[in-house]
T-cell receptor, first 115, second 112 residues
Framework: KQEVTQIPAALSVPEGENLVLNCSFT??????LQWFRQDPGKGLTSLLL?????REQTSGRLNASLDKSSGRSTLYIAASQPGDSATYLC??????????????FGRGTQLTVWP | EAGVTQSPTHLIKTRGQQATLRCSPI?????VYWYQQALGLGLQFLLW???????NRGNFPPRFSGRQFPNYSSELNVNALELEDSALYLC???????????FGPGTRLTVT
């Protein structure tokens, strides 16, 4: 069964720092990996999608990498701002027939950026 | 372009009752997914519908069921509600490829 782990569980940093959020998964049979942001009590906002054949995706101050063979992904946030404060979730989409379509989520990294 | 919409925003039910939650996908998306986010448990996959058919189901009892309509909207039904069904229920939609899932704001279900 696919298990997704995110480290750290929580992170509190001053504004302006560059951040690294880590995600690992146990089954390399993935179709793609998504990073999401969730504000308290709200839905999820998709930040980046990396297909299994890709190594990296960038959007503005965000950069995500994928090493499928080692079961790891990293989300890099440059020049963090207070508005980045949220919970960041990593999710992998299974490529196995029996679990096709499912997104398996990590527990998230709760990020606080203070002014 | 309108995003995924869900209704109602909040729903309060009594144990043993039935709850119906609704989801409208992004225009052009044929797949709809349902997830449960219970306090302290993280996001759990419930159901996946595509082109009106149930494609996959998570590890939830049969009292969790749903359907997808010809216009690709979907509803989730939870029968015989239990206290532990209290959670945020999130709906997502996607195209068939590249399967990027877009989420709605959720329905907060409270069972008393």
């Amino acid at each position: 069964k696919q298990e997704v782990t995110q480290i750290p569980a929580a992170l509190s940093v001053p504004e302006g720092e560059n951040l690294v959020l880590n995600c690992s998964f146990t089954d390399s049979a993935i179709y793609n990996l998504q990073w999401f942001r969730q504000d308290p009590g709200k839905g999820l906002t998709s930040l980046l999608l990396i297909q299994s054949s890709q190594r990296e995706q960038t959007s503005g101050r965000l950069n995500a990498s994928l090493d499928k063979s080692s079961g790891r992904s990293t989300l890099y946030i440059a020049a963090s701002q207070p508005g980045d404060s949220a919970t960041y979730l990593c999710a992998v989409r299974s490529d196995r027939g029996s679990t096709l379509g499912r997104l398996y989520f990590g527990r998230g990294t709760q990020l606080t950026v203070w002014p | 372009e309108a995003g995924v919409t869900q209704s109602p925003t909040h729903l309060i039910k009594t144990r043993g009752q039935q709850a119906t939650l609704r989801c409208s996908p992004i225009s052009g998306h044929t797949s709809v997914y349902w997830y449960q986010q219970a306090l302290g448990l993280g996001l759990q996959f419930l159901l996946w519908y595509d082109e009106g058919e149930e494609r996959n189901r998570g590890n939830f009892p049969p009292r969790f069921s749903g359907r997808q309509f010809p216009n690709y909207s979907s509803e989730l039904n939870v029968n015989a509600l239990e206290l532990e069904d209290s959670a945020l229920y999130l709906c997502a939609s996607s195209l068939q490829t590249p399967y990027e899932q877009y989420f709605g704001p959720g329905t907060r279900l409270t069972v008393t």
